[in-house]
């Protein structure tokens, strides 16, 4: 007996017949057949392939739950081990991945990743993780992977939060010079990034008016426009705003703003002032050491506050020229006296103030000194002392201001001749010798940064008949400009 086998390819999973048959002596065969059927089972040796893997996701921060990326699988496997899943498995420690995001797998072979919050950025701008794909082989599953980065995109959802280097944002600027003791810069961190984190700064309000400070909007970096005047204000408050560049999402640019305060530091930049013409008269011929007079002045640099002797105004006084008759003593030399008698009826000289403290800034004062049975008749002026102001550079022939006297009766008027005579204020000003119009002289001499102010004396005579005089001070404060 033998048998005959007929197999068809294993990959057609068909089957075969088996024939078998006998031979005998007389010739006679007998045969019979049967199918045989055979099955071939499937392994699971192939692993998934994430044929589209989206290896850079970006995302909105602030954004609803929504679908970010898909990811697609094949598997080589067949008989059911080629259905796909998908998980997400992460690379990074301490972060709850799977709070923040999900996977869906679905029967095509399809992972749709989805966000399942709102992101914020600044708490975390980027995820790192794999999406794994998996099939349901038994015993065991196969399963493959990409690595995939999340990077959450900015949104201008924060405001800049402004400061400066000084803890109570107060910071000291020297007067007369450009310069604040420590730089004040106003510094801005802003959460978000890039162009939304891009602040400029402006100066919205000044308690000082606006021109004296400017900011560099870049920078924030605080300077001075003109040199400070510790008269003018003892300090100045400013409010900054920074706006970043971006807009918001619910429209326009976040702005924040920051008080600080810049104290002006007194420095000794005016000269002390003699506040009118000092004038005694003796009914009788004064004996030795006899007091003529206390002398004052006033300086605008006089704060009572200070615990600086010369911010406080000080000075000492001296006579211009020596003098056989008068004579000075006391504390700075402040008693005008008499040294010897006195032989004539009218005396008229000048004293000088001087700072007793850098940068000894002068003054000089008229003093006129009369003995007679009677007072003599003087003429008065309008204003003592005059007092005015003009800007540096003012060309020759500006007018400063006019000086005006007459004999103290009323309704008296007559002719007036005047002239000017100080050496501190020679070729600066003129005067007209019958209008008292007081003008720029010689215009390159009203230099602030030379000059802050002139004190001149200013002699006023009747014309004609009996000599009828009388004096006064002009003062006149140089305004400083933005020329250099």
Not at 166 to 191: C, G, H, K, L
């Amino acid at each position: 007996m033998c048998f005959r086998l007929c197999l068809l390819a294993f990959l057609t999973f068909s089957g075969c017949s088996v024939f078998a048959k006998d031979s005998s002596a007389n010739g006679i065969e007998h045969q019979s057949s049967a199918a045989l059927v055979i099955s071939v089972d499937n392994i699971n040796e192939f692993p998934p392939t994430i044929t589209e893997c989206e290896e850079n996701v970006e995302i909105r921060e602030n954004q609803p739950a929504m679908e970010i990326a898909k990811f697609y699988a094949f598997d080589k496997d067949a008989g059911g081990t080629d259905k796909v899943s998908f998980y997400l498995e992460s690379l990074e420690v301490d972060v709850d991945l799977w709070q923040r995001f999900e996977i869906v797998s679905s029967n095509q072979n399809v992972g749709r990743l989805r966000s399942k919050l709102e992101l914020d950025r600044e708490e975390k701008s980027s995820y790192h993780f794999n999406v794994v794909a998996t099939d349901n082989g038994n015993p065991s599953t196969l399963s493959s992977s990409c690595q995939v980065t999340v990077t959450v995109l900015d949104e201008n959802d924060n405001s800049p939060i402004l400061s400066t280097y000084s803890e109570d944002n107060t910071f000291v600027a020297y007067e007369e010079t450009p310069r604040i003791s420590a730089r004040v810069m106003v510094v801005a961190e802003d959460a978000d990034a890039g162009v939304n984190a891009d602040v400029r700064f402006n100066i919205t309000q000044s308690s000082c008016g606006f021109g004296v400070f400017f900011i560099n909007e870049e920078t924030g970096v605080i300077d001075i426009h003109r040199p400070l005047d510790y008269e003018e204000f003892h300090s100045c408050t400013l409010t900054v705003s920074g706006r970043d560049l971006a807009g918001s999402p619910q429209g326009g640019s976040f702005i924040s703003h920051l008080t600080l305060t810049i104290h002006t530091a007194n420095s000794n930049d005016n000269p002390p002032v003699f506040p009118e013409v000092i004038t005694h008269h003796f009914d009788t011929t004064p004996s030795a050491g006899q007091l003529v007079a206390l002398l004052e002045v006033t300086d605008r640099d006089y704060h009572p506050t200070s615990t600086d002797q010369y911010l406080q105004g000080f000075s000492t006084f001296s006579l211009v020229e020596e003098s056989s008759v008068f004579g000075l003593r006391g504390e700075n030399n402040k008693e005008l006296f008499v040294k010897s008698p006195l032989t004539e009826s009218s005396y008229i000289f000048q004293v000088k103030a001087t700072n007793v403290d850098p940068p000894f800034h002068e003054a000089i004062g008229l003093v006129e000194v009369t003995v007679g049975s009677s007072k003599p008749e003087r003429l008065q002026f309008s204003s003592a002392p005059y007092v005015a102001s003009i800007d540096e550079n003012s060309p020759a022939d500006t007018l400063v201001l006019t000086v005006e006297a007459r004999r103290a009766a009323e309704g008296e008027a007559e002719s007036v001749q005047y002239e000017m005579f100080s050496p501190t204020a020679e070729g600066v000003f003129v005067i007209h010798p019958t209008s008292g119009e007081v003008r720029v002289g010689n215009e390159s001499l009203l230099d602030y940064e030379k000059v802050h102010s002139v004190t001149f004396h200013v002699r006023a005579a009747a014309v004609g008949g009996s000599e009828v005089v009388g004096h006064t001070t002009v003062v006149v404060h140089v305004n400083n400009l933005n020329d250099n």
